[in-house]
């Protein structure tokens, strides 16, 4: 089965544009430089925003400094026509993120990278913002009724956004979760056992069908061009699966919907003026 992310914004967004109807919010984007890959993305975000009838703010420098940077998420922090703020990755080397990334008002912060949100992420909290590819797994996996209780989970990949995020939101719910990476010996080994395998590494073909087991459901979160063309990393010929997203038309449509789920969850946060430390029953 096509695990089918456009599929899954569409039915959610019905939902979505209900809620979005009575409430009055805007969306920062700050890019700094100049992505082909990072202004594909905001066009995204910017089309969907429109849609919502949501206040959008692009801005864009060529260059920045961190302190630079600082101060235009300090005036974001204190607009309150502006409920979410994103700083587009990836940013230059002389810009220290884990500066950057804690100086976003935790409330603002709707990629989930302040360490309040990923505190209150592994805390299991209930306002916790998760950062929006994470989420947009999860969206998935609940919509086609995946259970991922006891289930053998490999995540390839332990970046902030994903890998450590899917850690956390999967571990929460009784799955047994390993994460593999780059240093990872032997990681045929690992995929071989597991039930589900979520993939978010950016290297074409790195699944093959030898590495995986029968019924295996694979999320491929990577993004590559091969050959001109757009594919994620699990390889064309992985024929025996029980479950898949494709690569465009999977994962990459939910990230772009949980921006804006999670900045609707910012709104209400914002004007109940709570940090996020509620805790899941």
């Known amino acids: 089965m096509i695990l089918d992310g456009k599929l899954v914004k569409s039915e959610l967004l019905k939902e979505l544009k209900i809620k979005y109807r009575d409430i009055n ?24 925003a429109k849609e919502l009838d949501v206040k959008f703010k692009l801005i864009k420098q060529a260059t920045a400094t961190t302190e630079e940077l600082v101060s235009i998420i300090d005036k974001l922090n204190n607009d309150h026509n502006i409920d979410g703020i994103i700083v587009q990755l990836p ?4 810009i220290d993120y884990n500066i950057i990334r804690n100086r976003i008002n935790p409330n603002k912060d709707i990629d989930g990278i302040n360490d309040i949100n990923r505190i209150a992420l592994i805390d299991n909290c209930n306002n916790a913002l998760i950062p929006c590819t994470a989420l947009g797994v999860m969206k998935i996996i609940d919509f086609y009724n995946i259970d991922v209780s006891g289930k053998d989970v490999v995540i390839i990949g332990r970046s902030i956004h994903i890998g450590k995020a899917l850690y956390n939101l999967l571990l929460n719910r009784d799955a047994t979760v390993t ?52 594919c994620g990393d699990v390889s064309h010929d992985v024929v025996r699966y029980k479950y898949l997203t494709p690569v465009p038309g999977g994962v990459g449509q939910m990230t772009v919907y949980s921006i804006f789920e999670n900045l609707y969850k910012a709104y209400n946060l914002n004007k109940q003026n709570t940090i996020s430390t509620t805790k899941i029953n």
Do not use: W
Request: some cysteine.
């Open 179 to 230: 994460i593999c990476h780059s240093k990872t010996k032997d990681l045929k080994k690992y995929t071989k056992q597991a039930d589900i395998i979520i993939t978010s590494v950016g290297k074409a073909n790195l699944i093959t069908q030898d590495m995986i087991k029968d019924d295996v459901c694979l999320i491929d979160v990577g993004f590559n061009y091969l050959n001109g063309k757009i």
């Open 91 to 94: 940013l230059p080397k002389n």
């Open 25 to 48: 919010t805007g969306l920062a984007v700050i890019e700094i430089g100049d992505d082909f890959a990072s202004n594909r993305y905001i066009k995204q975000k910017e089309k969907l």
